[in-house]
């Protein structure tokens, strides 16, 4: 995972919210992992998802992640 990626996933989910547990901590950090790959668009993959641009230019297809 690129250090870019890690950093915005620290922003957006481990420094944002408090946790209950480790579980929900991970289900927060599986979602906002698909949304980025599936949904979230780009400006540098010219503003399509991962998933999207993946799938334009034939490269293989990016899976969904589960940790719990």
Excluded: C, D
Aim: no cysteine; charged share 15%; proline share 6%.
């Amino acid at each position: 995972m690129p250090s870019v990626l890690v950093g915005t996933l620290k922003l957006a989910v481990a420094e944002r919210y408090r946790y209950q547990s480790l579980g929900a901590f991970l289900r927060a950090a599986e979602n906002w992992i698909n949304f980025y790959n599936h949904h979230r668009p780009h400006e540098g993959l010219g503003n399509l998802s991962p998933q999207q641009y993946a799938e334009q230019v034939a490269l293989e297809k990016i899976p969904s992640i589960t940790f719990v």
